[in-house]
């Protein structure tokens, strides 16, 4: 007897590893355990919604195909849910990855990491008349941190734009 055909939303995973870094076995790992996490909330990722980069270093989003990808399936709505292994995976500054989970947040897709968490909550830093830090720079501009203070309250992030 068959079993019965996945009814839930319908999920993807995104997938990378550097190869300064880390074994090529990296990549496998990943889709077990972001699919393992799916089984345990009750979901399944379809195979075709698996999206990978392989030996990508982690800087420039647009360097990737299978992140560009996965963020194109996303705007044409394709899935309801991420799985990421962890939020490095989606980048390795500090932006990207709250890029990328901000904008499937506004696409209403949920997205979930098998190992830690994410905050896509952010005190704007204010300007002159009210002005927020990240609406005044391009878009395509790439900040390097240079300090963090982490305290009981908040975390403190100080940047450098990168030239």
Known sequence: MKAPAYKGPRCAMYARFSSVR??????DDQVRECDAKAASLGLKISPDLHFKDEAMRGGRADNRVGYQAMLSAARDKEFE???????????RDDLEPLRAIKEMEGLGIRVVMVHGSYTAHQIPVLFGRG??????????VELEIVRVIDTPQATHIRYRVRR
Do not use: M, N
């Not at 880390?22 to 990549?27: A, G, L, R, V, W």
């Not at 002005?131 to 395509?140: A, K």
């Open 22 to 27: 880390q074994k090529d076995t990296s990549i």
């Open 131 to 140: 002005r927020r830090l990240f609406e005044v720079l391009p878009s395509r």
């Open 81 to 91: 849910v991420l799985f990421v292994y962890a939020q490095d995976r989606l980048g």
